[in-house]
């Protein structure tokens, strides 16, 4: 892993970049030098940290160090991909190529690694229950598709390995429940604007209902995306 760009902020001391800790983490999208949704990534950085029992007052005022770092660091460069990484007392900020997104995107159907969507109460703050989302992303790629679509054991679909879920069947955007799945950043501050006049409606779907709608997929770095089951 290519660890030129990577700098820490805070009051604590560095710690290893570890992208398979069990640590707060988020993602942002950077525009012509500007971090989108910055502060919204530190308060999600700070709400898993409290969840977790180890509070971190200090992050939010990280806000403009991080962003003059990353205005200089990109200036002149296409749009990135900014990686926080949350280690007590320190956090790790890492700027990559933006990830690109196949097309079609196909999505290999697996049960989800959480078990159930009480399974796991921290489940909804990125990081916080571990890799489990890279390790189906890399089965589903071993397999041949893009990425993993997890289902619930009772069928109902949650999320992917990279990305939240949205299917649009009749004008309206179904959202599967919250319950047991990552707090997306983009639904919530990204997909409302995109989906416009059509409505979103939280709402337990299937794979059979598939065959009745199309798959929209999302996140702070890609955007939304249509999805493709192998």
């Known amino acids: 892993m290519d660890l030129t760009g990577l700098r820490y ?20 999208k950077v525009e012509d030098g ?38 200089g660091e990109a200036e002149g460069s296409p749009d990135l991909a900014l990686r926080l990484r949350l280690h007590g007392a320190a956090l790790g900020a890492l700027l990559e190529p933006l990830p690109e997104t196949p097309s079609p995107y196909r999505l ?59 299917l649009e069947v009749d004008g309206e955007l179904w959202i599967p429940p919250p319950e047991g799945r990552v707090a997306s950043l983009a639904e919530r501050l990204d997909l409302p604007a995109w989906a416009g006049s059509r409505p ?9 209902d598939l065959a009745w709608g199309r798959l929209w997929c999302f996140n702070a770095l890609r955007g939304v995306w249509p999805g493709h089951l192998t």
């Open 200 to 208: 979103l409606r939280v709402r337990a779907f299937r794979v059979e």
């Open 34 to 71: 500007h971090i989108r949704h910055l502060e919204a990534h530190l308060a999600r950085l700070k709400d898993a940290a409290e969840a977790a029992g180890t509070p971190c007052p200090w992050i939010l005022d990280q806000a403009a160090p991080l962003a003059a770092w990353v205005a």
């Open 108 to 166: 290999q159907l697996q049960p989800h690694p959480l078990g159930g969507p009480g399974a796991h109460p921290l489940a909804a703050h990125k990081g916080l229950t571990g890799a489990w989302g890279q390790e189906a992303v890399l089965r589903a790629r071993t397999a041949g598709a893009d990425d993993a679509l997890l289902a619930w054991p009772d069928g109902t679909l949650a999320e992917t390995g990279l990305a939240g879920i949205a």
């Open 9 to 28: 902020f805070g009051p604590g001391p560095a710690a290893p970049w570890d992208p398979l800790a069990v640590v707060p983490r988020s993602a942002a």
